[in-house]
C-alpha cells in the first residue's frame, strides 16, 4: 500500500501576473462601465475568482469559444492549490465543463490555449505528500494516525484525470505509461483508510481510466500494471485488498482484476511460470500435514478464485477449469469439519461455497 506522508510540500503562489494581459480581463478593464466598478490591473486573480465561483468563467469561455493561456493556467493551478474549498471546487467545475463540451463529434467547442500535462498532474500529487510506500502490515494504512488526510484538493485531482480520460477522441493526454501509472496510482488510492469517503469517486475513475486504452493498447498495458502491483504488495491480507478494490462493473475492470491476481499469484510461487503450473501446486498440498498453512491456503484460495472467475477467456480453457474445480474439491472435502486450525474452516467453506454457486452454477 502506499501512503500520504505528513509533510506535505509548499504549494505554488497562485498570483498569476499574466492575467491582466489576457484579453478576457483587458475587456472589461476597458468598457466603460468600469468606472462603476473600478476595477484595476493588479486585480486580475480577484476578478476571475468572482467569475469562476458565480459560474460565469464557463458560459464566457463558451460564448467566446475560447481559453487563454493565463486564464486556463489559473484556473489549473486554482483547481489544484487554492486552499479554498469554494474555489477549487468551482475550478474543477470549469474544467470539466470546458473539457466535455463538443461541437461535433470529436472535435472540441471550445479551444484552450493551454493545457497541462501529465507530469504537472504528478507533480500535484508529489506537493500533497504522495509516496508509493507498500505496508507489509494487512491493517489499513493510517488506522491509528492523527493525519488529517490529503488535501481537499484532491477531489478536484480525480475529477479532472477522469474528464481527460473521457476526451481521447479529441485530444490524448496521457501517454501509454502515464495512463499506466495512473491505474497504479487510483489502485492505492483505494488501499488508503483515508479515501473510504471517496470510493464512489475513485470508482468511477478507475472505470474511465481502463477505457482511456486503445484495444491494442491494453493488453499489455493491463499486464504491466498487474506486475507493477503484485511485486509490491505484501503477500498477506493486503493481496487481497488490493484485488477487492477492483471494480468487476466491466470487462476490463475484471480483466485487471483477474491479472493482478494471476501475478500474485505467480509471485507467490518460486518456479511457477504458468497458470496450470498454479493450480498444480495448489492440488498437491497435503492437508492433514501438520505444517499445512490454512492462512496462506486461504490467500491463494481468493486470489485463484479471482484469477478464474473474473477472466471469461478462462472459461474457453478447459484444462484450467477442470484443474480449479478439483483445487475447489479438494478443499471442501479433504479438510475434516473438525479441524480447528486457524482458517481452514474459512478455506473449506469458501470452497464448497464456489464449487456449488459458481463453478456448477
Not at 492462512?295 to 474457453?316: A, F, G, H, K
Request: net charge negative.
Amino acid at each position: 500500500m502506499f501512503s500520504f506522508c505528513e509533510l506535505q510540500k509548499a504549494f505554488p503562489s497562485l498570483e498569476s501576473p499574466d492575467v491582466g494581459s489576457c484579453n478576457l480581463f483587458q475587456s472589461f478593464l476597458n468598457n466603460c462601465l468600469n468606472s462603476v466598478v473600478e476595477l484595476t490591473a493588479d486585480k486580475g486573480d480577484i476578478f476571475l475568482e468572482g467569475l469562476l465561483v458565480n459560474g460565469w468563467l464557463s458560459k464566457l469561455a463558451f460564448l467566446c469559444g475560447h481559453v487563454e493561456k493565463p486564464v486556463a493556467v489559473w484556473a489549473f493551478n486554482t483547481m489544484l492549490y487554492s486552499s479554498k474549498e469554494e474555489l477549487h471546487n468551482s475550478s474543477s467545475e470549469f474544467w470539466c465543463a470546458i473539457l466535455s463540451s463538443e461541437k461535433e463529434v470529436d472535435q472540441a467547442l471550445v479551444k484552450i490555449d493551454w493545457f497541462p500535462e501529465y507530469m504537472d498532474l504528478r507533480r500535484a500529487l508529489d506537493s500533497y505528500g504522495f509516496l508509493f510506500k507498500f505496508s507489509s502490515s494487512a491493517e489499513p494504512n493510517n488506522l491509528d494516525s492523527d493525519i488529517e488526510g490529503p488535501p481537499q484538493n484532491i477531489r478536484a485531482w480525480i475529477r479532472f484525470v477522469s474528464a481527460c480520460c473521457l476526451i481521447r477522441s479529441k485530444k490524448a493526454i496521457f501517454s501509454t505509461v502515464e495512463a499506466e501509472e495512473i491505474v497504479e496510482i487510483i489502485i492505492c488510492l483505494f488501499l488508503d483508510r483515508q479515501f473510504q469517503g471517496l470510493l464512489v469517486l475513485l470508482n468511477d475513475c478507475m472505470e474511465v481510466i481502463v477505457n482511456y486504452f486503445t484495444d491494442q493498447e491494453w493488453c499489455s498495458s493491463c499486464e504491466n500494471v498487474a506486475k507493477f502491483i503484485a511485486c509490491r504488495v505484501s503477500k498477506d491480507l493486503n493481496c487481497i485488498r488490493t484485488i477487492e478494490c477492483i471494480s468487476e462493473a466491466s470487462s476490463r475492470c475484471k480483466q485487471l482484476r483477474s491479472a493482478v491476481a494471476y501475478q500474485t499469484l505467480l509471485s507467490c510461487f518460486d518456479g511457477v511460470y504458468s497458470g496450470e503450473e498454479i493450480l498444480r501446486s495448489l492440488t498437491e498440498i497435503n492437508f492433514k500435514d501438520n505444517s499445512c498453512d490454512f492462512y496462506r491456503m486461504y490467500i491463494n484460495l481468493v486470489l485463484t478464485e479471482n484469477w478464474v472467475l473474473s477472466n471469461s477467456l478462462i472459461e474457453d480453457n478447459p484444462v484450467i477449469y477442470e484443474m480449479f474445480s478439483l483445487y475447489l474439491r479438494h478443499c471442501s472435502t479433504l479438510i475434516s469439519a473438525t479441524n480447528l486450525r486457524s482458517y481452514a474452516s474459512k478455506v473449506r467453506h469458501r470452497a464448497s461455497y464456489l464449487l456449488h454457486f459458481s463453478i456448477y452454477k
